[in-house]
């Protein structure tokens, strides 16, 4: 990687945990997750280390991506926290987790830097681009780290917004490797678009998408907005070439039935009453039937927490009963690591702040579960097991 790119990635990323911009409130608790990520001693010593694990993009096998943004929510917020909190929910399961997923050839690139107002650059005047570029990517405020000069990397030309900027970090770590998985944390449903649209610019084979939600986030615009939480599935399914390549499981609060979504935009989706009369293993077995009957041999699973049923994970900005079981999800995970090509993976909509701490607690142990299973899904590796 050349210094150029290095710095690129440097002025739109910020070490893992440290996304979420603060100063004073949480900047404790921040510091003291990055600290355990990196292994190191102090703030400084993160940063070192947080650099040398962007120089090893090339080589490695799948990249850890926080993207700690929820403006792109319609309900209730809070998944901004959800990637710190995932993070959090792999020390408590495996406290030597950094080891394990150098052993796995797992890196994590950190977080992309969000400012909580904004959503995607396209909905941004050009005062607030440029007021934005001045603020993120002149010296860091806090004290947190000292950006690279001005003329390296021409910050005049970067995004802003943080479905735009990660879209920009995705281009960058495909283009040094072009075989790298994904492992994104969410954020809102809306921050799997700029995932799915640069693997799609990148990769040369067709992919499928499975998708399990309660919802259908098949919306093509929602109040005049093209990408947030109740669209990015549109505009993926368009992007993939429809012909049931998005897969969608778990659907259970639709304004519209099964028949209307799959006759009009050539998706494929298994409702959770039908999980619930036909059992798991056969529903599974008809997923994934299905996905080969595309003729792909790659997968990016995209999976909202709220597909599972919110007696096990309440935490979220839209939480639906009737929905599929933890057990369920996790054998989805595994089949489709053993029996396709995974190439990313994703968790969203995962909201520490929303209820009470034991609820929170719940769906944190619960999605950072998902996550381990997604890591060893991408992987092969017992690392991530337990």
């Not at 990055?34 to 940063?47: I, T």
């Not at 070192?48 to 917020?77: C, M, N």
């Not at 969000?114 to 860091?140: F, K, N, W």
């Amino acid at each position: 990687m050349t210094s150029e790119v290095l710095d690129e990635l440097v002025l739109m990323m910020r070490p893992a945990g440290g996304g979420i911009h603060m100063v004073s409130t949480g900047r404790a608790a921040q510091a003291a997750l990055q600290q355990r990520l990196y292994q190191s001693a102090n703030l400084a010593e993160v940063d070192a280390r947080w650099r040398e694990v962007l120089g090893q993009v090339r080589t490695a096998r799948v990249a850890i991506l926080g993207i700690p943004s929820d403006t792109g929510a319609g309900l209730v917020r809070g998944a901004a926290f959800g990637p710190a909190a995932l993070r959090e929910g792999f020390l408590a399961v495996f406290p030597d987790f950094p080891d394990r997923a150098r052993r796995a050839g797992v890196i994590d690139v950190g977080d992309v830097f969000v400012v909580p107002q904004l959503l995607h650059d396209e909905m941004l005047s050009q005062a607030q681009c440029d007021a934005t570029r001045a603020a993120i990517y002149g010296a860091r405020a806090g004290g947190q780290v000292v950006s690279p000069p001005a003329d390296a990397v021409r910050p005049s030309m970067l995004p802003v917004s943080p479905l735009s900027i990660a879209a920009r970090v995705m281009s960058v770590l495909l283009t040094i490797n072009p075989t790298l998985k994904i492992c994104m944390l969410g954020g809102d449903h809306s921050v799997t678009w700029p995932i799915v649209s640069a693997l799609a610019a990148h990769r040369q084979r067709p992919f499928a998408i499975v998708h399990p939600d309660a919802h259908t986030d098949l919306l093509p615009e929602r109040l005049g907005v093209k990408y947030c939480f109740a669209t990015w599935a549109y505009h993926a399914n368009e992007l993939i070439g429809r012909g049931g390549r998005l897969v969608q499981v778990g659907v259970r609060a639709s304004g519209y039935p099964r028949q209307h979504w799959e006759s009009t935009l050539g998706v494929r989706q298994f409702w959770a009453h039908e999980v619930a009369t036909r059992g798991d293993a056969a529903v599974i077995d008809d997923v994934l039937l299905h996905v080969r009957s595309t003729g792909v041999r790659d997968v990016y699973l995209s999976n909202d927490i709220d597909g599972t049923d919110a007696a096990w994970a309440p935490a979220t900005g839209a939480p639906e009963g009737g929905g599929l079981s933890v057990s369920f999800v996790r054998t989805l995970i595994a089949r489709l690591g053993r029996e396709f090509s995974l190439i990313g993976a994703d968790l969203v909509e995962v909201a520490p702040p929303i209820g009470a701490p034991e609820a929170a607690q719940r769906t944190v142990e619960v999605g950072a579960r998902y996550v381990l299973d997604s890591l060893a899904a991408l992987t092969g590796s017992d690392d991530f097991s337990s």
